[in-house]
Nanobody, 115 residues
Framework: QVQVVESGGGFVQPGGSLRLSCAAS????????MSWHRRAPGKERELVAL????????NYADSVKGRFTISRDNAKNTVYLQMNSLKVEDTAVYYC????????WGQGTQVTVSS
């Protein structure tokens, strides 16, 4: 059974940091590219960051470049999103996606940035 489970969301003040984790199981993790997406209230879902199956290639949305870092640990079947210098506009539900021979999504984790 495929599972993609996000964790690490929460409430943080502007300028703060959070680290999201996404634990995967039920598929060959090291053959899948992984990505983080987010959906803010009233907006469409957008790609935040992507990492290749080996971790050698990463891409970021312009809005998060220099602030967010995506990484993965293939031994632990986990992908991370380190978020620094958080802004109010980063408030959203963050989703983890696994894409390879299948396409799997987690249930999302809420990130709220507010003073």
């Amino acid at each position: 059974q495929v599972q993609v489970v996000e964790s690490g969301g929460g409430f943080v003040q502007p300028g703060g940091s959070l680290r999201l984790s996404c634990a995967a199981s039920g598929f060959t993790f090291n053959r899948y590219s992984m990505s983080w997406h987010r959906r803010a209230p009233g907006k469409e879902r957008e790609l935040v960051a992507l990492i290749s199956s080996t971790g050698g290639i990463t891409n970021y949305a312009d809005s998060v470049k220099g602030r967010f870092t995506i990484s993965r640990d293939n031994a632990k079947n986990t992908v991370y999103l380190q978020m620094n210098s958080l802004k109010v506009e980063d408030t959203a539900v963050y989703y983890c996606n696994a894409r390879g021979s299948g396409d799997y999504w987690g249930q999302g984790t809420q990130v709220t940035v507010s003073s």
